[in-house]
């Protein structure tokens, strides 16, 4: 079965940095995109950023452009967050399907639990 398991989320004051990591067991993933997503209170579920497995090429939303980067190494993919903001306080969720790239949350079948990113002062 597979499984994502999220972590590095936390608190972080406006302008400060946080990297997290997407694990992924119990697949081959090598054709598998891997996005992540982000919830704040209130708000729907939107995707951030893309990996797709096989080329490797990321993707961004153009709210996270430049300050945001995915990586990935081997079943493990990274979300480095630099320049952050108050808003992107958030639940931030990794997911992975046998699909190309897209935003649309419903292509997803397999999700992490998520992580809680808090950008304070």
């Known amino acids: 079965e597979v499984e994502l398991v999220e972590s590095g989320g936390g608190l972080v004051q406006p302008g400060g940095s946080l990297r997290l990591s997407c694990t992924a067991t119990?697949?081959?993933?090598?054709?598998?995109?891997i996005a992540w997503f982000r919830q704040a209170p209130g708000k729907e579920r939107e995707g951030l950023s893309c990996i797709s497995r096989t080329e490797g090429i990321s993707y961004y939303q153009d709210s996270v452009k430049g300050r945001f980067t995915i990586s990935r190494d081997k079943n493990t993919v990274y979300l480095q967050m630099n320049s952050l903001k108050p808003e992107d306080t958030a639940i931030y969720y990794c997911?992975?399907?046998?699909?190309?790239?897209?935003?649309?949350?419903?292509?997803?079948?397999?999700w992490g639990q998520g992580t809680q990113v808090t950008v304070s002062s």
């Open positions: 119990g697949g081959d993933f090598d054709d598998y995109a």
């Open positions: 997911a992975t399907d046998f699909i190309i790239c897209t935003y649309f949350r419903y292509s997803y079948r397999y």
